[in-house]
């Protein structure tokens, strides 16, 4: 009797296997949660002077990455979906750990440059992230823009096993990640050149929902919300 009323308990993880199992990106959601983590310590810490704040070459770097995990991984979740999905159930998660590697990799090298630029006092300034908010409204109404963005959402074949299979996943990350770069270089630019602000990194989610997550996207919003970035940091510009 004791055998049939008393069932064993049913361990969480067991019990989420599921879930895992469906959602092999979970830990993607998960590292997008931390790097939002990471530049809201950061906006806090320097909240009122994000735009005077000069840090070495190796934190505006890592601020790079993390402000590119944070607003860029949610609007490619398909993408990296897709990858697992492609790949061979064992090897799942690593497909998804070489999409990364691609993707990140470009992000990062398209990076540097904006990161040692960040060390000159002289663009310390909010009339940057203004003209780049600017020029962000314009390249959104471009051919060019709506080609990359379109490029966003390519797809290629990967090869089921061994090291073809991991030049595959990169290959893939990287092809989506330069067009990314290609869709939104103006609007990082220009987050980059607030000092990382919330404001700024905010509204750019905003731009990307309006773009990424709706039917069609809905231009003459992304341009009204840009134009709106750009006038703010005009004004900053004006009073600084």
Same mark, same amino acid.
């Given at each position: 009797?004791?055998?049939?009323?008393v069932q064993p308990r049913r361990l969480?993880?067991? *019990?989420?296997?599921?879930?895992?199992?469906?959602?092999?990106?979970?830990?993607?959601?998960?590292?997008? *949660?931390?790097?939002?983590?990471? !530049?809201?310590?950061?906006?806090?810490?320097?909240?009122?002077?994000? !735009?005077?704040? /000069?840090?070495?070459?190796?934190?505006e770097t890592s601020y790079w990455i993390c402000m590119t995990?944070?607003? !860029? #991984?949610?609007?490619n979740l398909e993408s990296i979906r897709l990858t697992a999905a492609r790949?061979?159930?064992?090897?799942?998660?690593?497909?998804? /750990?070489?999409? +990364? @590697?691609?993707? #990140?990799? +470009?992000?990062? *090298?398209?990076?540097?440059l904006p990161a040692a630029l960040r060390e000159l006092p002289q663009t310390h300034t909010y009339m940057i992230p203004a003209c780049l908010f600017a020029f962000a409204a314009w390249w959104f109404t471009t051919r060019t823009h709506k080609r990359a963005l379109v490029a966003c959402?390519?797809?290629l074949p990967l090869n089921p096993l061994g090291w073809h299979a991991d030049?595959?996943?990169?290959?893939? &990350?990287?092809? @989506?990640?330069f067009a990314c770069i290609w869709s939104c270089w103006p609007l990082m630019l220009a987050c980059m050149? /607030?000092?990382? &602000? #919330? @404001?700024?990194? /905010?509204?750019?989610? *905003?731009i990307g929902t309006l773009e990424r997550w709706?039917?069609?996207?809905r231009k003459r919003e992304i341009v009204a919300v840009t134009l709106a970035l750009a006038g703010y940091y005009m004004v900053l510009a004006g009073l600084q």
């Open positions: 009797m004791s055998s049939v009323l969480p993880p067991t *019990a989420l296997r599921p879930f895992f199992w469906a959602h092999p990106e979970w830990w993607c959601v998960a590292a997008c *949660a931390l790097a939002w983590s990471i !530049m809201l310590v950061h906006a806090w810490q320097h909240a009122g002077h994000e !735009m005077h704040h /000069t840090g070495s070459f190796f934190q995990a944070a607003m !860029m #991984l949610p609007f790949s061979l159930w064992l090897r799942r998660y690593r497909a998804i /750990t070489g999409f +990364l @590697i691609g993707y #990140l990799g +470009l992000w990062l *090298a398209a990076g540097v959402h390519r797809r030049r595959d996943c990169i290959r893939f &990350g990287a092809t @989506i990640g050149f /607030t000092g990382h &602000g #919330l @404001i700024a990194m /905010t509204g750019g989610m *905003a709706s039917f069609r996207p």
